[in-house]
């Protein structure tokens, strides 16, 4: 009996030391950066339920597919002037491409402005049409998505629709099936069953974008269902953002779709991208300055992380932020926290209860310690999804990313950065307008009980 509990002890510690060795092996030689919860997450559960977290890991723990130290064909110094000096030197040495001029601009002012928007930009594609979104509904809007993708396939457009498979859990199967059958092409990203790239479940594509041609963008934080554009008897549309883009930046976009097109059908990264299907739009010399910025597994650095970061400690008068989800890393928390101490003014609008319960419960540690540094914090009594963030008169931020670590780090995730006085005015007052219609935040110092479950919920999380 004893031989047999000796060799019982002695086959565990050899699935401890494997599975810590392929953590190591895995995270150190494919420079796989992490939150430090997460890397004593993943390094407790190998010592303690190796049998349980070393096949979890295989299957969710890879995070990064791109390397550092790569450059892309649209990396050069920013031209001067363009956009604050700060976030152009920082953009230059990640991989974004730079800030360009556009032809037009157009910010929704509500559900109805962005469906008319995004009929438009269908009905204006000729050759090529590039769809994705987390979420395609079998509902009012998914139909009138449908009907308009077809009708462009009838008029001879080559039509590719990205949906995540997770986000879109819900879509009837045969709804997708029912447009490839008459000539949409359709991938799901990343499948939990049949995945083409083993390790990668867990990192979902969260961009939602809309490209006509390589020349008109429709983008921002909307997903391809009802709550985001319409009321419905009882249920209130959502308090969201998008806007469209005319001009180069489709271009950076189509660009970006075809990597994460590739990269559906289970195709790595490879050391360039390939170049765009359409040449880019010639920039126009007076137009709107705008900047598209990807963030995600296949960009080596976490890019709007980065530059929130930097945002922290160049902003000289505010930064406003709006998102349904406040639950930051440590870093980007005290980066905001100092700069309330320096007399930045800093504002969040979040919703008061958002559509995820755990998340609500994870932040109210982030925005006691947010409050307590002097932030004004609202919630806002709207369910709230969009996501912005304004530094300043500078530089505003809208798009697909939330202000929490699964956005921040592990999201396939899309933003365009505005820098037109025009922009940043819109912007600046849609901002306050919700927060005029928001209560303030008060910090209660939570019991013991709710102490210890906000923590649980917080670490747990940022895994999930």
């Given at each position: 009996?004893?031989r047999?509990?000796l ?9 401890v030391?494997?599975?810590?060795l ?6 150190r030689?494919?420079h796989?950066?992490?939150?430090p919860s997460?890397?004593l997450?993943?390094?407790l ?30 990396q ?6 363009e956009?604050p000096p700060?976030?152009a030197?920082?953009l230059?040495g990640m ?6 001029r556009n032809?037009h601009i ?9 469906l008319d ?7 204006s594609?000729?050759q090529?049409l ?19 993708l077809?009708?462009a396939?009838?008029r001879?457009?080559?039509?590719r629709?990205?949906?995540d498979?997770?986000?879109s ?7 997708l ?11 799901r990203f ?5 995945n ?8 979902r ?19 391809l ?6 009321d419905?008897?009882g249920?209130?549309?959502?308090v969201d ?7 180069p ?7 970006q779709?075809?990597?994460d ?5 289970g ?23 705008a900047q598209?910025?990807?963030?995600g ?7 709007v992380?980065?530059l ?14 709006v998102t ?5 890393d ?9 700069a309330?101490?320096?007399g930045?003014?800093?504002?969040l ?18 925005l006691r310690q ?8 609202w919630?806002?009594p709207a369910m ?13 931020l ?9 956005s ?6 899309a ?5 037109g ?24 110092a939570?019991?013991l ?16």
């Amino acid at each position: 009996m004893i031989r047999i509990a000796l060799l019982s002890g002695l086959g565990h510690t050899i699935v401890v030391v494997l599975g810590l060795l392929i953590y190591v092996l895995a995270t150190r030689i494919n420079h796989q950066r992490r939150h430090p919860s997460a890397a004593l997450g993943w390094v407790l559960g190998m010592v303690m339920l190796p049998y349980v977290t070393l096949p979890l890991f295989l299957l969710f723990g890879v995070r990064k597919f791109a390397r550092p130290g790569r450059r892309h064909h649209w990396q050069e110094a920013p031209p001067v002037g363009e956009g604050p000096p700060w976030a152009a030197q920082l953009l230059a040495g990640m991989e974004v491409p730079p800030a360009v001029r556009n032809t037009h601009i157009v910010l929704h002012r509500d559900g109805a402005d962005a469906l008319d928007g995004l009929l438009a930009t269908i009905a204006s594609a000729r050759q090529q049409l590039d769809v994705s979104t987390y979420v395609f509904a079998h509902d009012e809007i998914g139909r009138q998505v449908s009907r308009a993708l077809l009708s462009a396939v009838h008029r001879g457009v080559a039509v590719r629709l990205l949906v995540d498979a997770v986000g879109s859990l819900q879509t009837p199967p045969g709804l997708l099936r029912a447009l490839a059958r008459q000539g949409v092409q359709v991938r799901r990203f990343m499948p939990l069953l049949h995945n083409p790239l083993q390790g990668r479940t867990n990192l979902r594509n969260h961009r939602k974008l809309v490209v006509a041609d390589g020349r008109r963008l429709w983008s921002g934080g909307r997903n391809l269902a009802c709550e985001y554009f319409l009321d419905r008897p009882g249920r209130p549309a959502w308090v969201d953002l998008s806007f469209e883009v005319h001009g180069p930046v489709a271009g950076h976009a189509h660009i970006q779709f075809g990597t994460d097109w590739r990269i559906a059908q289970g195709r790595m990264l490879r050391r360039m991208r390939r170049a765009p299907h359409m040449p880019l739009l010639p920039a126009p010399e007076h137009g709107a300055l705008a900047q598209w910025i990807a963030s995600g597994p296949d960009h080596a650095d976490d890019t709007v992380h980065a530059l929130l970061m930097a945002g922290a400690f160049h902003a000289r008068q505010r930064i406003v932020a709006v998102t349904p989800y406040f639950v930051p890393d440590d870093g980007l928390l005290d980066a905001w926290c100092l700069a309330c101490r320096r007399g930045v003014q800093v504002s969040l609008l979040v919703p008061a209860r958002s559509n995820h319960r755990l998340a609500d419960i994870a932040r109210e540690r982030a925005l006691r310690q947010l409050a307590a540094a002097g932030a004004r914090v609202w919630l806002s009594p709207a369910m709230l999804h969009a996501k912005a963030v304004l530094i300043d008169d500078d530089l505003a931020l809208a798009g697909s990313l939330n202000l929490d670590a699964r956005s921040l780090f592990l999201n396939y995730e899309a933003m365009t950065a505005f820098y037109g006085q025009d922009e940043l005015r819109w912007l600046s007052g849609w901002c306050q307008r919700l927060i005029a219609q928001a209560r303030p935040y008060k910090a209660h110092a939570p019991s013991l009980p709710r102490d210890l479950l906000e923590g649980v919920v917080r670490a747990l999380g940022f895994q999930l």
